[in-house]
Each structure stands twice: as structure tokens, then as C-alpha cells.
């Protein structure tokens, strides 16, 4: 069964006095395993998609399915409680809590998931050695470097043990070998089973992926995989 099914998903916002379609007929499967890069102009609407892939939003139409479960008409109690336990996410400006130290904001996730005390704080701190962040736990956000920060941010997403990891330009507020690093750290996460999603502006990292869905106008404007002919939607 696919990590995500979406079919026909819409979202339309209000602006000003009328709307704005960000997205119209989305069609998406998205199978366990995959790396997919999502592109596009500014605009397009790969953000929102990206936050509706983490149900931290609902589509206006439209159906979307997570691990075969379908979100359509959950609350948005119901959605949390799902993403709590299935998807991490990664913002391209780091979204720590500035009043907590790096190990409290990666334990974070955990209290919502019912986690001990105790638990949290070990699997912290185990989250950010394999970040390679193990002597900056105590640290606050505020003294650490904008990969560190990013670093921190990829363990509180990992710390749930996600089956989705979805990364908004990860690498947008980094230079570029941090952001090489970043990189890095994700590809780990895929290669150990996790299906990940990352919006991205650049080529090189698209190029990593094995598919690439271009969005336009808030359509699916081609679905690309590596090594086979593009399919335009
Ligand atoms: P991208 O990530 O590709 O730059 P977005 O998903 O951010 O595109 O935006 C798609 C469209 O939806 C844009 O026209 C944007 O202005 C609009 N939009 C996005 N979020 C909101 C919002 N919260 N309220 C109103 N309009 C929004
Ligand atoms: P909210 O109540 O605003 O949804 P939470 O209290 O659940 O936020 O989480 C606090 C912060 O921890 C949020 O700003 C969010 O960025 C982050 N967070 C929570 N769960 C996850 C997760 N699974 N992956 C990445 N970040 C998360």
C-alpha cells in the first residue's frame, strides 16, 4: 500500500475579497521507500502540498490517504494525533523553540506521543549523536550555528521514527557545504527505509532524487523518474 494517495486534491485559500486556488486536481501516488523532490516555480504550491502530505492541513477537495488511511473529514485533533506518530517534518527556517535547549526541543514530539519522562530525554539525546550533535544537547538554539540548528531540527523529526519525512527547503537558509551536509544526513534517513519528500529550488538536489513532480499553477505539471520517460499530468 503507498505511503500516499492523493486524488484530485484542491486547496483554495481566501484573498482579499475572492480566493486562491494554490492547488487544482492533484493526483499523487507515493509508494514506501520512494525520494521524491518537489519543484516548481515560487507560487506553485509546493509548500501547501507539502503541508497537506503532513496533515498539517486539510485539502478543500479531494481525497488524501495516508498509510491507507483516509484523512478526509478527520478533525484537526484527529490529523495531529496521526502525524504524531507517522511524519516528521523539516522547515527550511528550523522552527526550534527558542526557550528550550537542543535535547528538550528533539524530546518534544515524544510528549504527544505518551513517551516516559525518562524515555525522552535517552532517545534525545540518542537522536542527536546520530546527528552528530551529542555534546551540544544543553545548548540553546540562540548558540548554535544555522546547520547545527537544522541538525536539531532533523532529530526532532526522526525522534518519532517517522514512516514520512517531509523537508521544506532544508538547505534554503544554509550554505552550500552545511547544506551538503544536510543532505547527507537525509539521504541516511532514506537509505534505512524512511520515504522521504523535499521541496527544493535546486537542480542538484532534485538530481538526487529518483522522481521529480514539477508543479505549475498548482497542478502536477510532469512525473519524472530517474531513467524513465517523463509522464506529464
Ligand atoms: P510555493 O511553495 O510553490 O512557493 P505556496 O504553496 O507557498 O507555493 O503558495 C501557493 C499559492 O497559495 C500562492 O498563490 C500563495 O500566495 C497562496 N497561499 C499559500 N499559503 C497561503 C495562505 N496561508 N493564505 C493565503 N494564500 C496562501
Ligand atoms: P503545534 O501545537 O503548534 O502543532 P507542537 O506543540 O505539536 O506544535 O510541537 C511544537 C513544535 O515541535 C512545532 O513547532 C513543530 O515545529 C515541532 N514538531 C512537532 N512534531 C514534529 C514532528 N513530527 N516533526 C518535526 N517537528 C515537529
Redesign the pocket.
Known sequence: EPVLELQDVA?R???GQGM????QGVTLRIERGEHVALV????????????LMGLMDAPTAGRLKLLGRDTTGLSDAERSRLRGRTVGFVFQSFNLLPHLSAWRNVALPLRYAGVSRKERRARALEMLARVGLAERAEHMPSELSGGQEQRVAIARALVIRPQLLLA?EPTGNLDSDTGARILELLEAVHARGATLVT?THSAEVAARAQRTVQ?RN?RVWSDTRAGAPEARG
Do not use: F, I, R
Open positions: 486547496k485559500y481566501p484573498k486562491v486556488d494554490a492547488l516548481g516555480p515560487s507560487g506553485a504550491g509546493k509548500s501547501t502540498l507539502l503541508y521544506d521541496v508543479l498548482g
